[in-house]
């Protein structure tokens, strides 16, 4: 079945920088466009980025030019570097493919 792990959050302070990973099982993640979202408290979840299989990205205007995602095919991994964080940033982190998602992982921005 089709697995979506997620790590590297944490609490870090203004400024900063982060990189999440989100490990993918059980379908052919080469093919598959990945996508990183987020929630934070009281708020709808909302696209961060995505990648395709072709590596196109899309971002939301909000995080232009302080996120990078990439993908490494051999490790089926997708990463999201997050530099220059804001408290804004500061939310539940999801790896998504299709209509699958991750559990999740907490990024707590604040000084």
């Known amino acids: 079945q089709v697995q979506l792990v997620e790590s590297g959050g944490g609490l870090v302070q203004p400024g900063g920088s982060l990189r999440l990973s989100c490990a993918a099982s059980g379908f052919i993640f080469s093919m598959a466009t990945m996508g990183w979202y987020r929630q934070a408290p009281g708020k709808q979840r909302e696209l961060v980025a995505t990648i395709t299989n072709g590596r196109n990205t899309n971002y939301a205007d909000s995080v232009k030019g302080r996120f990078t995602i990439s993908r490494d095919n051999a490790k089926n991994t997708v990463y999201l570097q997050m530099n220059g964080l804001k408290p804004e940033d500061t939310a539940v982190y999801y790896c998504?493919?299709?209509?699958?998602w991750g559990r999740g992982t907490q990024v707590t921005v604040s000084s």
């Open positions: 998504q493919t299709s209509v699958f």
